[in-house]
C-alpha cells in the first residue's frame, strides 16, 4: 500500500498536507464548540442575568460551527481530488504497464483478473485514501483533543469513558473478525453463481437438448444455499451491530450523569462554587467523551479497511513487479529484406518442461508464400508466435531479415510484420478505426485502407454498411458474422503494408470462393510480400512456395504440394482426408 | 458489495411513481405467505425508534435533578431510579432493534434465496426467442445484483426509513409537548438545512450519472484493449492507446472528485445544520431560562432532540434513494420472472419406443420471432430415408443452423410440419424430441469442472471404460491421458485446451449419449482434417442405421454423404449426392470447384 502511494503525483501530495493541516483548523473549531456551551450553561444556570453575555457567546458558537463547515467542506473538496486523482495516476502506470508485458505474462495473470485489477481494485484503494485521508488524520487527533480537554476534570468520569471507549471498539473488532473473512467467502460464491447461472445460459441449447434442465438446476441450487448460509450468518453478526453501538453510546451519557450525581452528592453543600463547576464539567464531558468514542470507532472501521486495501494494493504491486519476459533489442535495420529463418529453433512454455517446438528449421524468401499444416495441438500457431515475439525461442534462433528476433527494437520489428489472430480480434468503433490500428512505417492512409478492404473481400458488405468505413462496430464486433470480422482482421493487417505477412488459421470461417478469391488477389497484389500461413485446408495452401508440415512440434516434412505428396506420408494422409487422388494431381 | 451494486442500477434511476407501486404490488403478491414476518419486522423498527425518543426526557429529567444539587441538597435515589428506567428503556430498545435486524436479515435472505433459485429455473423454461431480445449479462444482473440490491433494500433501508419517520414524527411530537417555542426554532433551522441538502442532492445526480458512465466506458475500454493485447503490440497502436486511455481516465478523473466532493459536503452540512439548531436551543433556551419560563432540563432534553431531529430527515432521504433502486430491481426480477413459458406440454405424445429415422420436411415455412418479415425458411420440402446422412451447405445465412433449431423445437415452425416416422414433431413432448437427437452446435460449450463432468454430464450410468472407448474414437485418448489428472483434470480458463480439443471433447460428450438421430452443426470445423477422417469413420460406425444431419463448410466432410441439401436464401436450390450434384455443373459444383482454384 505504502509502495504504492510513492505513485502520487507532487500535486496531490501537496495537496493531502494541505488536507491534513485543514483538518486541524477544524478539529479546533468544532472542539471549540462544547466549550462555549459549557460557559453558556454557566450563564444560563449563574443567576447573574447577562443576556448580552449569551449573545455574544451564542455568535461566537455559530461562527465556528460555519468555519468548521467550510474547512471541512475544503478538506473534502482537497479529499476528493486527492483520491480520484490518485487512482488516475495508477490507472494509467497499470495500464500502460499491462500494455507492455509479453504474451507469457499476459496468460498467466489472466486477462480477466487483469481487468478486475484495473477496475475494481482502483477504486478499493481510491476510496481508502479519499476517506482515510481525512478520517486517518481526524480521528486520533480528535481523540487526543478531546481527550486533553476532559483530561484534568474527573478520573472517574475519564475511567468511565476509558472503558465503554474498550467495550464498543472491542465489540466492533470481534464482530468485524468474525465477518470480513465470510465477506470474502460471499464475494466468491457470488462469482460462481454468476458463472454457473452463465453456464446455463451459454449453453441452453446443450442443456435443452440433453433435457438437462434439473441438473443446471440443482448446481445451481448447491451454490445458492452456500451463499445463502454464508450471508445468513453475516447478517446475523451485524444484527449486533447497530444495537450495540447506541447501546454503547447512550449507556456512556446515562453512566456520566449517575457518577457525576454521585460526585456531585459528595461535595459539601456550603461550597457552591465547585458544585458549579463540577456540574458543569457533567454536562461538557457527555459531550467530549461522544467525541472520544466516535474517534475510536473511525479508527477502528479504517484500521478494518485498510487490510482488504491491502489485498488490493497487493494484487496491483504484484502486475507493477511483473517484468516482461520479452526484451528489447536495439538494432533498427536488417540485414536483407522479406526473409524469414529459423535455424535449430526449439520452444517450451516455461511452466512445463515438455518441448512444445523441436529443432525447427526453414528459410522463406522475400516475396515467397510459406504454409503450415499438421494436426490440431502439432505447434503450428506456437511457431508462428515466435516470429512475432509472442514468445521467445527457447533454443535457437529466429531470423527476420537476417537479424535475430531478439535484436530488433519493438518499433522495428513490428514495422515490418502484419499479423492476422486464428480468432478474429474487433474492437469497438468505426470501420477505419478497426483498420488504420496503431501505427505502421507510413502514415496509414484512405487509399491504403480501402485497398486492404478490398484485398480483403470485405468491400462487399462495407459497402452495404450504412456509413461504409465510418460505420459503427459494436464491442467485439457482435454486430458482424465470423466471417465478416475475419476479413476486417485480415485487412488490419494488409493496410500496414508490411514485408512479412502472418496468417494463424485466419481463413477458417471463410467459404471456398471467397478463400480463394482474397489468396489470388494477395498473390498478385502483393507479390513482394512474405507471406506465413496456418492453414486445416489442403485448398488454401496447396499452391504455397513451401510448406511445413509439423507432426507433434517437429518438421514431418518440407517442400512443394507435389514433392511432399510423394514424399510425406502425414501430409498425404491429410490430402487424401480432404481430397481424392484425382482432384490432388 | 454494496458498492458493486450501485453501480450495476444507476442507469436506471429515472422511476416514475407508478413503477414504484407495480413493484410493491408485484412484491407483496411474491411474498404473500410470509408477509407477517415483514410486517412485524417494519413495527419493531418502528418500536425501537419510539424507545430512542423516550430517552432525551428523562435525561433531562435527571440534569433538572442534579441542578437542584447544585443549590440544595441532591435527591440520589431519585437519580437512580430514572436512570434505572432509563437503562431499561436503552436495553429495550436495543434488543427491538437486534430482533427486528435479526428477523428481516433473515426473512429477505430466504427470499432471495427462494427469487434466485426461481431466476435460475426460469432461465430454463423462456422461449429462445426471449434470449435473441435480452442479453445473458442482463439476465445475470438481474440474478445476482438486483436481488441483493432488492434483499439489502428491504431490509436495511425500508427499516431505515419507517424507524427514520418514527423517530422524526415522534421527535416533533416530544418537542412540542416539551416546548413549543424552542420546538419552532428547532423546526426553522432544520427546515433551512434540508432545503439546501435537496438542492445539493438534486445538483449532485448528474455527477453521479457521469461516474458510472465513464467508469463503465473505461472498463469496457479496458476489456478490450487487454484482449486484444498482442494485436495492440504488433499493430504498434500502444501509444494511441495510450492515449485515448488517458482521455478517458481524465473523464473518470473529473467525474470522479465531483461526485465524491459533493456527497462530502452532506456530512459537514448535517453536522452545521446540528450545531446551529443547538446554538439556537442554547440562546433561546438561555434567553426563557433567565425569564424563567422554562427549566434547565428542558435544554438539555432539547439538545438531545435537535439531534435526534435532523438525522433521521438525510436518512430517510438517502433511504428513499436506496429504495428506488430497490423496487427498480424488484421490477427487473418480476419482469424476467412473468415472462411468457414454453407451453405445458404433459398432454402430448410420448416419443415412439424405437424410432426409426424417417424425417419429412413437408412446406416447412420460418421467421424469427424478432423479425417476422424475414423469412428465413420458404417452404422446405425434403424426405429423408431411415439411416441416411444428410448433409446441408450453402452460404453463411442461408439457413441451415435455422434447420437444426426447427428439428431440436428450439424454435416452432410458422407454417408446414417436420414429421419424425410419421409423426409430427409439435405433437411430442419437447423432452423426448430432445431424446431422439444427439447434437454438436458450431460453438462448443463446455463447463469449470473435471473432463468427466464435462463428457458424462446429466447423463447416468456411464462407466470409464465407455468413456475412454469414446475418448479413443475422437482421437483425444492421448491429450487426456497426458494430462496431470487425466479425467479429473478441471477445465478452466486456465487449462490450455486448443479449440480442436474442445470440439473433440463436445462430440465425445454427444457420442456418450447414444440417440436415435445425430445433428453435427460445423462440430469438427477447427478439427484438423486428419482426426476428423478418423472421427467420421467411427461415426460412420456409429451412425451406421441412425439418421444424421451434417453440416459444414470444408466439403470434405460431407463429401460420402446420402444426400446433399444445398440452401441458398432459405430454399433448398439443389439436392442429390455428391457425384450427382458435380454432375448437374450447378451451385455446389462451382463451390467445389473454388478450393483448387489455381491462384498464382
Redesign the interface.
Known sequence: MFKLLKEMKKREAIMSVICALLVLVQIYF?LA?PDY?RT??E???SAE?S?NE??VI?FK??GC??A??AT??AC??L???V???F??SV??KL??H????G?NE??SL???S??NR???DI?QI??LV?MGLQIAVKSPIMAIWAILKILGKSWELSLLTAAFVVFICGSIVAIMFTVLPR?KR??KL?DT???T?????????????????????KK??GI??N??KT??FN??M???????M??GM??L??GI??L???L??QIS?ED?SS??SL?SD??VFTTYAMYVVMSFMMMVMIFMMFPQAQVSAGRINEVLKQKSSVVEGTVNEGKELGVVEFKNVSFAYPDSNENQLRDINFRVERGETIAF??????GKTTLINLV?R?FDATEGEVLVDGVNVKDYT??AL??K?G?V???A?I??GSVRENIA????SDEIRDDDIDLAIKLAQADEFVGKMSNGIDSHIA??GKNL???QKQRL?IA?ALA?NPEILIFDDSF??L???T??AL??GL?KNLSGVTKLIVA????TI??ANKIVVLDDGKIAGIGTHDELMKTCGVYR??AT???TEE?LR | MNHHMKKGNMGENKFEKGDMNSAIKRLLLYLKNSKGVLFSGLLLAAMGAVMTIVGPNRIGEIADLMGEGITGKINLAEIFKLSGILAGIYIFGAVLTFLQHYILSGYTLNCSKRMREDLSKKINRVPQKYFSSTSYGDILSRITNDVSTLQQGLSNSLPGVVSSATQFIGCLIMMFITDFRLAICVLIVTIIGMGMIVLVIGRSQKYFIAQQKNIGNINGYIEEMYSGHMIVNISKAKNKIKDKFSALNQSVYDANWKSQFISGIMQPLMTAIGNISYVTVCVVGALLAINGNITFGVIVSFILYARLFSTPLSQIAQGITNMQTAFASANRIFDFLETEELSNEENKKSAPESVKGSVVFDHVSFSYPDAPDKIIIKDFSAAVKPGQKIAIVGPTGAGKTTLVNLLMRFFEVNSGSIMVDGVSLEEIKREDVHDMFAMVLQDTWLFEGTIRENLVYNMTDITDDEIRKVLKTCGIERFVSGLPHGLDTILSESTSVSAGQKQLLTIARAMLQKCPMLILDEATSSVDTRTEAVIQKAMDELTANRTSFVIAHRLSTIKNSDLILVMKDGDVIESGDHYALMEQGGFYSELYKSQFEKTA
Not at chain 1, 238 to 244: G, H, L, M, R, T
Not at chain 1, 373 to 378: L, W
Open positions: 468544532e464548540l456551551m453558556l450553561t450563564l444560563i444556570k442575568n443576556m449569551v449573545w451564542g458558537m455559530i460551527t460555519l468548521s463547515a471541512s467542506i473534502g473538496y479529499a476528493a481530488r483520491g480520484a486523482g487512482s488516475y490507472r494509467e495500464f500502460g499491462v500494455l507492455s508485458l504474451q499476459m496468460s489472466s486477462v480477466p487483469l481487468i484495473t477496475t475494481n477504486t481510491q476510496m479519499a465477506f460471499v464475494q457470488m453463481l454468476n458463472r447461472a452463465r453456464e446455463n445460459l451459454t449453453g441452453i441449447n446443450v442443456v435443452h437438448a440433453f433435457n438437462a434442465e434439473e441438473y443446471q438446476n445451481f441450487f445458492n444455499k451463499l445463502w450471508q445468513l447478517q446475523r451485524f444484527s449486533f451491530f447497530q444495537p450495540v447506541i447501546l447512550n449507556g451519557s446515562l450523569y449517575c457525576g450525581s454521585v456531585l452528592s453543600a457552591f458544585k458549579l456540574f457533567i454536562t499444416i499438421g494436426a490440431t495441438g502439432s512475432a509472442f519493438f518499433d513490428y514495422d510484420l499479423y489472430s486464428q480468432k480480434i474492437f469497438s490500428f496503431g501505427e505502421a464491442q467485439s458474422s465470423g466471417g482482421s488490419r500496414r477458417s470461417a467459404d471456398y470462393r478463400d480463394a489468396r489470388a498473390e486445416q485446408r489442403i485448398g496447396r499452391h494422409e491429410i482426408s480432404q481430397l482432384e
